[in-house]
């Protein structure tokens, strides 16, 4: 009887420790995107430590497809803006996205 009290006393205290202590800080490597609405760009800066300038086209691509948009093929991704082509409601669109913003500003119906 001696020893489960003596082990109960030794636990006992062991986790009262751990519980003052905190354990140290939890560090998760999740990256969770909570906003409303589309993906925003917020413009040119540092992101995953180099400096960028525009989007990238898969990134236009990726947004163009959230605004609604099927089948989304990229046309041409010289910076300034990104044309693609795209569907929507049964529709053939080609879209015009700035590089810089993430705005779509302009489309035609093809």
């Known amino acids: 009887m001696r020893n489960v009290t ?3 006393a030794i636990a006992a205290t062991f ?6 202590a ?7 490597k999740v990256k969770i995107y909570i906003g409303v609405g589309d993906f925003s760009w917020i ?3 540092y992101y995953g430590g180099k400096y960028r300038e525009f989007l990238s086209c898969g990134e236009g691509r990726w947004i163009v497809s959230n605004r609604g948009y099927n089948g989304v093929r990229p ?22 996205l700035d ?3 993430g705005e779509i ?6």
Not at 15 to 20: D, G, I, P, Q, R
Not at 22 to 28: H, N
Not at 105 to 110: A, D, E, F, K
């Open 43 to 45: 413009g040119p800066g």
């Open 22 to 28: 905190g354990g140290g800080p939890a560090l998760a």
């Open 105 to 110: 500003v302009g489309r035609t119906r093809i």
């Open 15 to 20: 986790f009262a420790s751990m519980l003052l």
């Open 75 to 96: 046309i041409d991704c010289s910076p300034r803006f990104y044309r693609y082509e795209a569907r929507r409601k049964g529709k053939f669109w080609r879209l015009r």
């Open 6 to 8: 003596k082990s109960f």
């Open 99 to 101: 590089a810089r913003t």
